[in-house]
């Protein structure tokens, strides 16, 4: 009996340590759970947290471009007094300064020139950098040079941009150098074209000068004149152009609109309301991360500057610099002059990163994702539109010219022309073709000394059109239509 009593006693407590021992994993399993669901929902805020973090407006970047002494700097630095960046101490600073160098009217000029060579020449020679906000948009004013000298300065400026404001000078005489042959206005517009600027505003400037007097007449005229030859270029001018009058030193229809004492006949938009209604195309945030590095400097690391082309990047991310294959750890994003957490396509960014040196990056290297980075080739085929050859030239096997795509400039050979294609039907001809004039489309292929990122046209456009320039002219834009991946 005290046998039974002893064993039952024993059952009781096995089935108690196994209930114990249930209770034990049921609990580790709840907190396991727990867990899982706290880190969902923290990743869950984070992703929430960017989103808040992500400003609400849409970001744009504006190039300014148009002939030297348009009135782009100007036109920019009212921009920024306009929108409340600068303030009236600092212009009287500037009017003093420029009126000591006996230059009254440059003083709006000198917010976006900043450094001491363009002062005194009174011409923009780098790439002038500043930052406004509209109601709905965040812009970066990206301000390129004007004169031939510096044509490839303004494609480094024009290739980061969606949208182009060209400046155009209504007084007499300087609309028609600017416009005539050998002036910038053509090629400007060509390359802003090619380098993708899809949308361009055209403000007709200096509206308020004695010459014009706000003149409708000369206004038309600069209208008429400009439409075929945006029509050429490749502007759908009805749905991606927009002519507006403007003065550019005293602000005339830039932040309002302009008066109807001052100006009868318009009645159109204002510049910041037209920037402000500019659509442009939207980019994947989830896409293969590409950025095209335009600059680089030391800063507690490496530090490479450039516009997010495609794909996102955040604090923490392990990423690869193309060509040369290194792989680097990203330690801090900056947007503008703030720290970031994340930051999406079409923000101009700068990227602090571990893992790779400061000499090791060139302009024109791509940062990109490890798990599909860009391609980089020494060879490619492309479809080219040859505009203007320098005297008597003729396009052939063995012809070299400068490549400029995207950040990147190279010296480059076309190997073999493959065929022409009729600009009419757009189909290629059957004749074996040997070399073609002005004017021409052919498909070739083009080979450059180092290995260079690129994508096709087709996938990336912003990191597959180009141009080909020869003795500071533009003679050929084209996209990259095939990859030649055994050259890398």
């Given at each position: 009996?005290?046998?039974?009593?002893a064993?039952?006693e024993?059952?009781?407590?096995?089935?108690?340590?196994e209930?114990?021992?249930k209770e034990?994993v049921?609990?580790?399993?709840?907190e396991?759970?727990?867990?899982?669901?706290e880190k969902?929902?923290?990743a869950?805020d984070?992703?929430a947290?960017f989103e808040?973090?992500?400003?609400?407006?849409r970001?744009?970047?504006?190039?300014f471009?148009?002939?030297?002494?348009?009135g782009k700097?100007?036109?920019?630095?009212?921009?920024l007094?306009?929108?409340?960046?600068?303030?009236d101490?600092t212009?009287?600073?500037y009017e003093k300064?420029?009126k000591?160098?006996?230059?009254e009217?440059?003083?709006m000029a000198?917010?976006m020139d900043?450094?001491e060579e363009?002062?005194v020449?009174?011409?923009?020679?780098?790439v002038g950098r500043?930052?406004f906000e509209?109601e709905?948009?965040r812009?970066?004013?990206l301000?390129?040079p004007?004169?031939?000298?510096?044509v490839?300065n303004m494609i480094?400026?024009a290739s980061q941009?969606?949208?182009?404001?060209?400046?155009?000078?209504?007084?007499?005489?300087e609309?028609?150098?600017?416009y005539e042959?050998g002036?910038?206005t053509r090629e400007h517009v060509?390359?802003a074209k090619t380098?993708g600027?899809?949308?361009?505003?055209v403000v007709v400037?200096?509206?308020?000068?004695p010459t014009?007097?706000?003149?409708?007449?000369?206004?038309?005229?600069i209208?008429?004149?400009m439409?075929?030859?945006?029509k050429?270029?490749g502007?759908?001018?009805?749905k991606?152009?927009?002519f507006?009058?403007?003065?550019g030193?005293i602000?005339t229809?830039?932040k309002?609109?302009?008066?109807k004492?001052?100006?009868?006949?318009?009645?159109?938009?204002?510049?910041f309301?037209?920037?402000?209604?500019?659509?442009?195309?939207q980019r994947?945030?989830?896409?293969?991360?590409r950025?095209?590095i335009?600059?680089?400097?030391?800063?507690?690391?490496?530090?490479?500057?450039?516009k997010v082309e495609?794909?996102?990047?955040?604090?923490?991310?392990s990423?690869v610099?193309?060509p040369?294959?290194?792989?680097v750890?990203?330690?801090?994003?900056f947007?503008?002059?703030?720290?970031?957490?994340r930051?999406?396509?079409g923000?101009n960014?700068r990227v602090?990163?571990?893992g790779?040196e400061?000499?090791?990056?060139?302009?024109?290297?791509?940062?990109?994702s490890?798990?599909?980075p860009?391609p980089?080739?020494?060879?490619?085929?492309?479809?080219?539109?040859i505009?203007?050859?320098?005297?008597n030239?003729i396009?052939?096997?063995?012809y070299?010219?400068v490549?400029?795509?995207?950040?990147v400039?190279?010296?480059c050979e076309?190997v073999?022309l493959l065929?022409?294609?009729?600009?009419?039907?757009?189909k290629?001809m059957?004749?074996?073709?040997?070399?073609?004039?002005?004017?021409a489309?052919v498909?070739?292929?083009v080979?450059v000394?180092n290995?260079?990122?690129?994508?096709k046209f087709s996938?990336?456009?912003?990191?597959g059109?180009?141009?080909?320039?020869?003795?500071?002219?533009?003679v050929?834009v084209?996209k990259?239509?095939?990859?030649?991946?055994?050259?890398a």
């Amino acid at each position: 009996m005290i046998d039974e009593i002893a064993q039952h006693e024993e059952l009781e407590k096995v089935d108690k340590m196994e209930e114990d021992s249930k209770e034990v994993v049921h609990n580790q399993a709840v907190e396991v759970e727990k867990k899982v669901k706290e880190k969902e929902n923290s990743a869950l805020d984070d992703e929430a947290a960017f989103e808040k973090e992500l400003p609400k407006k849409r970001h744009l970047n504006v190039v300014f471009i148009g002939h030297v002494d348009a009135g782009k700097s100007t036109t920019g630095g009212q921009i920024l007094f306009l929108s409340g960046q600068v303030d009236d101490r600092t212009i009287q600073k500037y009017e003093k300064e420029a009126k000591d160098k006996s230059r009254e009217s440059w003083y709006m000029a000198y917010i976006m020139d900043t450094n001491e060579e363009e002062r005194v020449k009174g011409k923009t020679v780098e790439v002038g950098r500043a930052h406004f906000e509209t109601e709905m948009t965040r812009f970066t004013i990206l301000d390129a040079p004007g004169h031939k000298s510096y044509v490839p300065n303004m494609i480094s400026g024009a290739s980061q941009a969606d949208v182009g404001v060209l400046v155009i000078s209504a007084r007499k005489g300087e609309f028609e150098t600017g416009y005539e042959r050998g002036g910038q206005t053509r090629e400007h517009v060509q390359l802003a074209k090619t380098l993708g600027v899809s949308k361009l505003l055209v403000v007709v400037n200096k509206m308020d000068d004695p010459t014009v007097n706000w003149s409708k007449e000369r206004y038309d005229e600069i209208e008429s004149k400009m439409t075929p030859f945006l029509k050429l270029s490749g502007y759908n001018v009805k749905k991606d152009v927009q002519f507006l009058p403007i003065s550019g030193l005293i602000g005339t229809n830039m932040k309002t609109r302009v008066d109807k004492s001052v100006c009868s006949w318009w009645g159109g938009p204002c510049l910041f309301e037209a920037l402000d209604a500019t659509e442009i195309p939207q980019r994947d945030p989830k896409g293969p991360f590409r950025m095209p590095i335009i600059d680089k400097f030391k800063d507690m690391g490496t530090v490479v500057m450039g516009k997010v082309e495609s794909g996102s990047v955040r604090e923490g991310d392990s990423m690869v610099v193309m060509p040369n294959k290194a792989h680097v750890k990203v330690l801090a994003v900056f947007c503008d002059e703030d720290k970031v957490k994340r930051a999406g396509p079409g923000e101009n960014v700068r990227v602090r990163l571990s893992g790779v040196e400061e000499e090791d990056i060139l302009s024109g290297f791509v940062l990109s994702s490890i798990s599909r980075p860009i391609p980089s080739v020494s060879e490619f085929e492309a479809q080219l539109q040859i505009l203007e050859l320098l005297d008597n030239a003729i396009f052939t096997a063995g012809y070299k010219a400068v490549l400029h795509i995207h950040a990147v400039v190279e010296e480059c050979e076309i190997v073999e022309l493959l065929q022409q294609i009729d600009p009419k039907t757009k189909k290629p001809m059957k004749r074996k073709v040997l070399f073609v004039k002005n004017g021409a489309f052919v498909v070739c292929r083009v080979q450059v000394n180092n290995l260079i990122c690129i994508e096709k046209f087709s996938d990336f456009p912003q990191l597959g059109r180009f141009t080909l320039r020869t003795e500071g002219k533009t003679v050929a834009v084209g996209k990259v239509t095939g990859l030649n991946l055994s050259s890398a």
